[in-house]
């Protein structure tokens, strides 16, 4: 049955058609970037659906966008190496200034700029982002920043990047959510200028790295929103961020799925499909079931962000439940090829690791289940 979104899901299944598993495939052997995959993208729109047309984008929803990213999953393709650029705008458009919007969203959605960087996670502290130690301080018309980041993927591969620092004391504020600012760094001034990048060995290609700021200036006209209210301009960029890594793993469910019933209808053994037998069959049904119940959490969660209403719990579970989603239709998909799911020609072992990722990040499971336990179920605080 066609829905509203049907027309973007086939435009994104015939884009993805034209990069097959075998380029993913040599992509994650090379550790390769894929330029041109990104580049069909932003040139079909795809990667500019949430930038307002009259800064040169589509003017649609996370709800669309939603569509976007777990079709590209779906396709055996992996969306890590583009989503920034989506659950950024988040905060861009929401707080970005009209003189902000004007000098980067057109440049963004024509491709001539790519924002796909979010500089918030430390080695220190982790998802604990109030407690981030690295500092601005206001200097005239700049801001110096001191300080380090870690697991920041794709900066080597952006123009621009989303940072969040300290510019007021923990102890000089009365919440521990204020005195954070964000601001918008331009990626290849700031190298070598105070800006120092170290990729990290990792077990998929996410194209991540360690970043050190010694004395790196930032242009006062840099900052996004207000200075000290930048936990409150992450928290949209963060909740789209949730939503979208949802629809990717309900994409990557699927396509477990996909490719374990199509192995069960043709794999023979003991003269009958392996299909046939319950303990095959009844497991991929049940990963079917799941994929579909997270689905609907997820494009409720985008609804309601799209509409301005609070999706703070719901994107939370949107992506606690699509991810758990994933990973058991990834297992189930494994157990069904059996020896051969390890081998890299079958490209499921790539898609398994990359989708075990999303038990961890952008938000622990365990967070989430705090997140819902404090602040929805009105139990105390556990930690």
Known sequence: MKDDLTDIRESVRALCARFGEEYWLEMDRTLGYPTEFVAELTRAGFLGVLIPEEY?????????????????????????????????????????????????????????????????TEPTTGTDTTSLKTTARREGDVYVVNGQKVWISRIQHSDLMLLLARTTPRDAVTRKTQGLTTFIVDVK???????????????????????????????????????????????????????????????????????????????????RPIGENQGVQFPIARAYADIEAASLMVYHAAGLFDAGSDCGAEANMAKMLASEASWRAGDICMQTHGGFAFAKEYHIERKFRETRLYQIAPISTNLILSYIGEHVLGMPRSF
């Open 56 to 120: 040169g984008g589509s003017g649609l929803g996370v709800r669309e966008a939603a569509a976007v990213m777990e079709e590209v999953c779906r396709s055996g393709a992996h969306a890590g190496v583009c989503h920034a650029q989506m659950y950024v705008m988040g905060s861009v458009l929401r707080h970005g200034s009209d003189e902000q919007k004007k000098a980067y969203l057109p440049k963004i959605a024509s491709g001539e700029l790519r924002l796909q960087s979010f500089g918030v």
């Open 189 to 271: 001034a700031a190298e070598g200028n105070g800006l120092e990048i170290r990729p990290i060995e990792s077990m998929i290609n996410h194209h991540s790295c360690e970043l050190f700021f010694d004395d790196l200036e930032i242009p006062a006209a840099n900052v996004v929103g207000n200075e000290g209210e930048g936990f409150r301009v992450i928290l949209d960029g963060m909740n789209a961020e949730r939503i979208l890594i949802a629809a990717e793993c309900v994409g990557d469910g699927r396509y477990f799925v996909d490719k374990a019933t199509g192995y069960a209808n043709e794999r023979v053994v003991f003269n």
